[in-house]
């Protein structure tokens, strides 16, 4: 099978991982970082998204392999709250840097400036990346059933739940989803694109919401690029969104999301 792009990324996070050795009192440090966003007040992904209404995960992304850069000047902290002003649900920040020009750092910086949950979108496949994950202050993590076998995929969902740290867990619209729902994770993701073409189709992602379990929180992403997108993929019994491309390219994000939410439904 031909080198896709994520395989490329994947490559990239680990050669990172051994230039730069984990610090040896991570474990340590991860799980006070735990205590504290516990003292501070949790920020539940599963429920901002079980809300009424379409839940909304709203994206900060600097730049993409497909697309390349999206927004310069790129403020992660002024998009997050301008999301945050016009009705977002979640706040999601991509912090890989090679492929995605992200920055780990934007994690605290945002949650500092928001009241909803922060998520970590980033290509996630060692417990070390979860341990740095609460160091960040993440409420939320992303992990791609594509990276991950049953054992991994059961070992991390088990260490996340130990970080008090809740899991969005992505299938691609070309793999069986049996793998993420037997998992029992309980907020599963729908990417529409293909990662042969990167191309995306979203009635592939209409199609697979029938397997996916009514009690989960079932997320479609990518694709999203106006209310009508977002509205045949909630007639289909999709709970929650995670756009990216289409706000931040807008010239006025905070605008772009409240057209979603008000015309989308």
Not at 99 to 124: E, T
Not at 243 to 248: A, I, K, S
Request: charged share 30%; glycine share 8%.
């Amino acid at each position: 099978m031909a080198e896709t792009v994520l395989d490329r990324i994947v490559a990239a996070a680990h050669r990172r991982m051994q230039a730069h050795p984990a610090a040896p009192d991570l474990v340590d440090r991860a799980f006070e970082a735990a205590e504290r966003r516990r003292d501070d007040g949790p920020r539940s992904l599963r429920s901002a998204l079980a809300a009424d209404g379409p839940g909304l995960i709203a994206e900060c992304k600097h730049a993409s392999p497909s697309a390349g850069v999206l927004r310069e000047p790129f403020d992660p902290v002024a998009l997050a709250v301008s999301y945050e002003q016009a009705g977002a649900s979640a706040i999601s920040v991509v912090v890989e840097p090679e492929f995605f020009l992200g920055d780990p750092r934007w994690i605290g910086d945002v949650r500092r400036a928001v009241d909803l949950p922060v998520l970590r979108k980033d290509f996630i496949v060692t417990d070390r990346q979860l341990y740095e994950t609460a160091l960040l202050g993440a409420d939320a993590v992303l992990l791609i059933q594509r990276l991950l076998d049953e054992a991994a995929t059961r070992r991390l969902l088990g260490l996340a739940r130990q970080l008090e740290i809740e899991v969005l867990l992505e299938i691609f619209v070309d793999e069986d989803p049996q793998p993420a729902v037997d998992s029992g994770a309980e907020v599963l993701g729908v990417n529409a694109r293909d990662l042969a073409t990167f191309e995306t189709d979203l009635g592939k992602v209409e199609r697979l919401a029938s397997v996916l379990p009514e009690d989960r929180i079932r997320v479609a992403e990518s694709g999203i690029h106006g209310p009508s997108d977002l509205g045949r993929l909630a007639a289909v019994g999709y709970d929650a969104f995670l756009v990216g491309e289409h706000l931040v390219r807008s010239q006025d994000p905070g605008a772009a999301v409240r057209r979603l939410l008000q015309e989308g439904m």
